[in-house]
């Protein structure tokens, strides 16, 4: 099995709503998005997927959220955006633009250098 990982970071705001805490609060965070890819299989040039190209795929989900407030996006109006509903947002936006013989595994959501959320095909 091979496995590329690419890395990007993004801010925005976000609050929660129903949590009783700091958090229910307008707050904001650094983000740092990774996406995994895997495939058994390397393409005639000798890779499961162009680094470049998931980049630019991420790069084009991530510039949507970047300095917003989360809670306006559509997507999350009705449901929190806590790292785990972006890591999920995140993948379901990709997913289809990996091409074959590769596959999106994961989409892994830092808030902080310390709390990260993953979402996984598996």
Not at 53 to 77: G, P, Q, R, S, Y
Request: hydrophobic share 35%; proline share 3%; aromatic share 10%.
């Amino acid at each position: 099995m091979f496995e590329l990982k690419v890395k990007r970071p993004f801010n925005a705001a976000h609050f929660l709503r129903g949590y009783d805490g700091k958090c229910e609060n307008l707050h904001g965070h650094g983000y740092i998005v990774q996406i995994c890819v895997r495939g058994q299989q390397l393409n005639e040039t000798g890779y499961i997927t162009d680094f470049t190209a998931l980049k630019a795929h991420l790069n084009e989900v991530l510039a949507a959220l970047d300095h917003t407030c989360l809670n306006e996006i559509t997507a999350f109006k009705e449901q929190n955006p806590t790292a785990e509903n972006i890591a999920k947002y995140i993948y379901d936006q990709i997913n289809s633009s990996i091409e074959m013989p590769a596959y999106l595994h994961s989409v892994k959501v830092w808030e902080t250098p310390e709390q990260s959320a993953k979402y996984t095909r598996d």
